[in-house]
């Protein structure tokens, strides 16, 4: 990794597309979790590649891992975005995106309530603030953890922990009206 970023450093293109390769994905799905638009998630794609391009001698790993760089680009320019214009709900009509596995196992019924509990969930999602949404997103989407969030975010890890619970509890609120 080290000389991965080193080439990335040097200007080296082929170290950057393997960044990019790499990455793609998981800025995405995030980006698509934050902003509920596959249009949208797409151009902060774009975008935030294009900052780590021009940002990629800014990359201290003595701060902090790649991954970590690259989801705090990630959740800024989404939460720079979001303060610009409302989201738009989630449809799982989207093609092609990588969300959490909607496993269409069981009797019909059981995937309809499956379904319609997810789309709650997003619905009730899209609700929440910027800050809120994003920590709920890098540690339940994501996989991060606490410290993992408090690094992408810039806040102190008992920030974190609050933001969580406020929006956890926001949460049970709105599906509990729905």
């Known amino acids: 990794?080290?000389?991965?970023?080193?080439?990335?450093?040097?200007?080296?293109?082929?170290?950057?597309?393997?960044?990019?390769?790499?990455y793609r994905k998981m800025v995405f799905?995030?980006?698509?979790?934050?902003?509920?638009?596959?249009?949208?998630?797409?151009?902060?794609?774009?975008?935030?590649?294009?900052?780590?391009?021009r940002s990629r001698n800014s990359f201290n790993p003595k701060k902090g891992k790649l991954t970590t760089w690259i989801y705090r680009i990630t959740v800024n320019q989404c939460m720079s975005r979001r303060r610009?214009?409302?989201?738009?709900?989630l449809s799982l009509e989207e093609k092609n995106i990588n969300l959490p596995d909607m496993k269409p196992?069981?009797?019909?019924?059981?995937?309809l309530?499956?379904?319609?509990?997810?789309?709650?969930?997003?619905?009730?999602?899209?609700?929440l603030d910027s800050k809120h949404r994003s920590v709920l997103?890098?540690?339940?989407?994501?996989d991060?953890?606490?410290?993992?969030?408090?690094?992408?975010?810039?806040?102190?890890?008992?920030?974190?922990?609050?933001?969580i619970s406020q929006a956890l509890r926001s949460l049970r609120t709105q599906m509990s009206i729905q």
Not at 29 to 53: C, H, N, P
Not at 84 to 89: D, M, S, V
Not at 105 to 111: C, H, K, N, Y
């Open 144 to 163: 991060l953890s606490y410290d993992e969030i408090a690094q992408v975010v810039g806040v102190p890890l008992g920030t974190v922990k609050s933001r």
């Open 29 to 53: 799905k995030t980006a698509y979790l934050m902003t509920g638009r596959k249009e949208e998630a797409e151009d902060i794609l774009q975008e935030v590649f294009v900052s780590v391009w």
């Open 137 to 142: 997103i890098l540690r339940y989407f994501n």
């Open 84 to 89: 610009k214009k409302k989201p738009a709900l």
């Open 105 to 111: 196992e069981g009797q019909p019924e059981e995937v």
């Open 1 to 22: 990794m080290a000389d991965l970023m080193e080439a990335l450093r040097a200007g080296d293109v082929s170290a950057f597309e393997t960044v990019f390769q790499d």
């Open 113 to 127: 309530v499956t379904r319609l509990e997810y789309e709650g969930l997003m619905k009730a999602m899209s609700v």
